[in-house]
């Protein structure tokens, strides 16, 4: 049965292995916001961030944001599709100490393995619902690689963020492949029922 | 007569961007709330919880749903019986579409296909995408907006069967379209099938489709039949709302078709997501507007 959990972050190792597929967590803290070229810069580029990823959670985003002085406001903050990244993960869990990856339509085998290896999850944000992420998003702390920007690192505050569903455990388990699984099983009676067999 | 201003229609085409970003259809949300009472899966129905929570900020905020703001797509029905001039209505959907991106402002989605390169108006050749169409018994000027987001445009596909293939192959393509899109195009949504006419027609018949009010059947009991049919094998996969399972996994389909070749069976399938933006208005020979869906 799916178990909600809130937590704070940086995440625990422990906290992190707690966390099963098909949970659903909400949480408070920092919260990073990472998208290709921001880890086309770090990876292929040899750019380490200057600052701490131990324990942290990374979006999938291209936020906008508003320069007011030398603060950094939101405009609209939203999760784009994982999949593009997923070269990059399996470095940010076990270079950097990253613990969840927060995104929509999950990763793939490599990302999973390290999930396993190092305790991290892939946490599945509700897509198209860019009103309640940026509204969860208390502030827009730091930006660095600025010149990247909207591709920068940015470390954003969230409050309560969520609803996320574990969608990659670090016990192995694919929630999207397992869905994938299932509807193989169901297949030839749906296209039965169909008459398109 | 005197000739009515055309600035009018140009307020009236930023409005309606801005509007469909932000201003959910009723009859989507009723969808979405109906789809809701019958999910039984409780992660899938935090996520439609998660949705009501995003419509509701955005409706108060008067913020913009989903990040993405598609490619702009406006549909415009003529009324024969006022001298509307095609040229300066063609003219205010761009201005407008522009307008609306950097005076609310949000980000343009619309690039260079090939240097990528974005001037953040949303316009560009060939955008907005704009249609034409006429009828006789009217006066006035119907301008549907579509904002594309391209999650779901993105899992378009057509196929130019034959006729041996029969309607079997082309319900078949259309179920394993669906099921190959998986999460990607923010499930549940509306899918939008194109049966017959030409390659690029059966195409298009996919888009009309999709800006079908849910709710709504085709008039041909036939169609809206395979329409239900389609909606229940969909919704048998189990793949769920954002792809991770539950009894929801579309709000419903849609088909429009058009007589194709007799050597023909062409089928298309063209995706929209579950915030199935969509902004109407319906502007009068004195230029009065009024805003809808
Ligand atoms: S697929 Fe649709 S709802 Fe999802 S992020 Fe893209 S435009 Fe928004």
Redesign the interface.
Known sequence: ??KVHHLTSPFSESVIRSLHA???VYFDGPLFGIRDLTQIHIFDKGNRPPVSLEGMPCIHTAP?LRRVGDKWEK????TT?STRMDRFTPGLIGEYGVRAIIG???LYQGSLEAMKKYGAVYL?I???????E??QIEEVEAVYFEELHPEALYRFRVKNF??L?V?MDSHGVH??E???E??KE??P???A????L | MEELDYNIVEEAAKQLYIKALCDLPPDVREALKKAYARETN??AR??F???F???D??DS?K??????TGLPIYKVRIGSQYAWNGAKIKKALYEGAKRATQEFP??SSSTHTITRLNPQTSVGPGLPVTYFDFTEDSDELDILMVPK?S?SENMSKMQMFYPQHGI??V??FI?DTV?ES???P?PPGIIGVGLGGTADLVMKLAKDAITRPVGQRHPDPMIAAMEV??E??IN??????????GDVSCLAVHIEYAYTHITQNPVAVNTQ???ARRARAIITPAGNVTYGF
Not at chain 1, 193 to 196: A, S
Not at chain 2, 63 to 68: E, M, P, S
Not at chain 2, 236 to 245: E, I, N
Request: proline fraction near 4%; charge should be positive.
């Open positions: 049965m799916s098909g949970d659903i906008s405009i609209c903050v939203g599709t929509k339509g999950g599945a509700v897509g198209g619902a860019a009103a309640l940026t509204e969520g609803p569903t969608a929630l999207y397992q869905v994938g299932k509807i169901k297949l009676e749906i296209y029922k169909l008459g398109v | 409780p992660a935090s996520v919880e998660a949705m929570k995003a419509i900020i955005a905020k913020t913009l749903l989903c990040q993405d949000f980000r987001g999650g079997k192959a319900k078949k179920l099921i998986g999460a990607n923010c049919e389609l229940e094998a048998a996969t189990g793949r769920g709302p954002m792809g991770l399972g997501c579950w915030p």
